[in-house]
């Protein structure tokens, strides 16, 4: 079926370096990405999304990459911070309001 | 403002038993939609629902029914409680239109059910 799945499912990266998180999709459909950060006990955090027009799209200290030829899409973290420490999730749109995730990534960052 | 708030925050049930979710929106947003995540996994989409009207459903079973009210919260029912059932039920909404940034959906902190 359609999923969207993660490569790594954890991510140790040490303070101030740049983290980069993957995932692959398997919609070719799908026309839109987002991210989400969820912290323990707290719902997800929209981060950043990105249409099927664009490749690229930054925002405060992150960027997504998105490459539809192998349907990919990427997070880039800026000078990762311990309070960037969470669950990563990718998650393509089929139709708004529905949004199908992957297992997510855990990134933790080392001071 | 305040958020998208879910309650209760915590519940605990028994096998056979019923459980009723309950969900306010931001202000504003018309769309409301209802998801599963079970530990270690991301969330599972559930229900959505626009302007009172069931717009898109998941893969779950019958006993899993919602609904939306005209000031747009909305209540997840879950029937006949299975251990399986056990999860994060996270609710999000929407503004609920095709225009740009209209599928950004604000999720709430969540109903953590366990189900005994």
């Known amino acids: 079926g359609e999923n969207v799945g993660l490569h790594l499912p954890t991510l140790s990266v040490q303070e101030g370096d740049n983290s980069i998180i993957n995932c692959a999709y398997s919609?070719?459909?799908?026309?839109?990405f987002i991210w989400y950060k969820q912290e323990s006990g707290k719902g997800p955090q929209f981060i950043i999304d990105?249409?099927?027009?664009?490749d690229k799209r930054q925002g405060q200290r992150v960027t997504v990459l998105l490459n539809k030829t192998v349907k990919h899409l990427s997070l880039q973290i800026a000078a990762t911070q311990p309070g960037d420490s969470a669950v990563y999730f990718c998650?393509?749109?089929?139709?708004?309001?529905?949004?199908?995730f992957g297992q997510g990534t855990e990134l933790s960052v080392k001071p | 403002d305040a958020g998208v708030t879910q309650s209760p925050t915590h519940l605990i049930k028994t096998r056979g038993q019923q459980v009723t979710l309950r969900c306010s929106p931001i202000?504003?947003?018309?769309?409301v939609s209802w998801y599963q995540q079970v530990l270690g996994q991301g969330p599972q989409f559930i229900f959505q629902?626009?302007?009172?009207?069931?717009?898109g459903r998941g893969n779950f079973p019958d006993r899993f029914s919602a609904r939306q009210f005209p000031n747009y919260s909305s209540e997840l029912n879950v029937n006949a409680l299975l251990l399986g059932d056990s999860a994060l039920y996270l609710c999000?909404?929407?503004?609920?239109?095709?225009?740009?940034?209209?599928?950004?959906?604000?999720f709430g902190a969540g109903s953590r059910l366990t189900v005994l």
């Open positions: 998650a393509e749109s089929p139709s708004w309001g529905k949004l199908i």
């Open positions: 202000s504003g947003h018309k769309s």
């Open positions: 629902y626009y302007e009172k009207e069931e717009r």
């Open positions: 999000a909404s929407s503004f609920g239109s095709t225009s740009s940034g209209a599928n950004v959906l604000t």
């Open positions: 919609n070719s459909a799908s026309d839109y």
């Open positions: 990105i249409r099927s027009n664009m």
